[in-house]
């Protein structure tokens, strides 16, 4: 049976469990620049650089991982937000890309695969892709609105070498994650069909949009619901929200995805709000109070947690919805739905 079709039984049964955050994970062990850097050689100061720890300190990632899926994670994403060819030139270390990709793949694929094989319940390995830090809709100079850092097909490329290599290393799906350009998430969409058809296999995506406010809106100004009718066409495993807030001030924009997307429904928001020194305050409980919510209304099928959240925010969220019935995914009718900023359905 295809890792899709086993998915798809499981979301069936019950509210599936992702994972919670790495970075801020990370951060709390408070490693040394020589931990990142490694044996690698590297010119330049790799703190921060969270994503090679796959190859310098996959203790670490291991242990993570191990951490989320011993309190009740379904799916472990791998540890390569950042992954990517333009992220990694930041830190001189973009021709490390695939070993990166793969490495953490692998460190997800077996942590995975043992905690299946200790208690039977399916595992899932999704290979993350973050936004990059560079945008095809908008212009990062103010004096040339229609400049562009790069262009549609060199994104699609960056976005193609992180893919092959996260599938080669054993992800079952891809996450595009954090999605705040719409046509960013479209490069993405587009080199995951080119992997599928390389591969010869299928490539089930996750697509997870971020919003910037509370108007609803990612920083393209696409709504919720454009954004969907802009993806789809991809036929997605999920579609969801992360990162942008807690749970609370996310609830209505996870409502009103859930209203219209005949896809799985996906959501892992920050453990709250930050406070003044940017750190996570929200407890498990009270994030999995909020969330409980969502299921009780029939909004989700999968949830976890972004920015600030824990393995223990990921058990206090297990048992909260222990039991709870999945969102039944909606019958939408065929009729022409357009997406702008705006979602627009022309009726016959």
């Given amino acids: 049976m295809s890792a899709r079709d086993r998915f798809t039984r499981a979301a069936a049964e019950r509210i599936l469990l992702t994972d919670g955050a790495f970075g801020t994970e990370i951060q709390n062990r408070k490693l040394t620049e020589a931990d990142y850097r490694g044996d690698l050689g590297l010119a330049r100061d790799q703190k921060g650089n969270n994503d090679i720890l796959a ?4 203790d670490i990632v291991d242990a993570i991982t191990r951490a989320y899926l011993a309190a009740g994670s379904d799916i472990v994403s791998t540890n390569t937000f950042s992954a990517n060819r333009i992220s990694q030139a930041d830190y001189g270390a973009e021709h490390l890309v695939q070993d990166i990709n793969r490495a953490s793949a692998r460190l997800a694929r077996t942590a995975a695969d043992a905690a299946e094989a200790a208690d039977g319940r399916p595992r899932f390995v999704a290979g993350a892709i973050g936004p990059t830090n560079k945008t095809l809709s908008l212009s990062p100079n103010v004096n040339d609105p229609g400049y562009r850092e790069i262009d549609f097909d ?31 998430a479209k490069a993405g969409i587009v080199a995951a069909i080119e992997a599928s058809e390389r591969l010869g296999r299928d490539v089930p995506l996750m697509i997870s949009m971020t919003i910037t406010d509370l108007s609803g809106r990612n920083l393209s100004g696409h709504t919720v619901e454009a954004f969907w009718y802009a993806v789809r066409h991809a036929r997605p495993l999920t579609i969801g929200l992360n990162c942008s807030f807690g749970a609370q001030q996310l609830r209505p924009h996870v409502q009103a995805l859930a209203q219209v997307a005949d896809a799985l429904i996906m959501a892992y928001p920050n453990a709250g709000l930050p406070n003044e020194l940017g750190a996570y305050d929200e407890l498990p409980e009270q ?4 969330v409980r919510s969502w299921a009780e209304q029939g909004l989700v099928n999968v949830l976890g947690g972004c ?27 065929n009729v022409t739905r357009l997406a702008g900023l705006e979602p627009m359905t022309i009726a016959a």
């Fill in 287 to 290: 994030t999995a109070a909020f």
């Fill in 307 to 333: 920015c600030g959240s824990t393995p223990a925010h990921i058990a206090a969220i297990a048992k909260a919805v222990a039991g709870a019935a999945p969102r039944r995914i909606p019958t939408i009718g």
């Fill in 154 to 184: 060199g994104l699609k490329e960056v976005y193609l070498e992180q893919t092959e290599a996260l599938l080669e290393g054993g992800a079952d799906f891809i996450l595009i994650e954090t999605i705040f350009d719409t046509l960013n």
């Fill in 55 to 58: 190859l310098t300190r996959p």
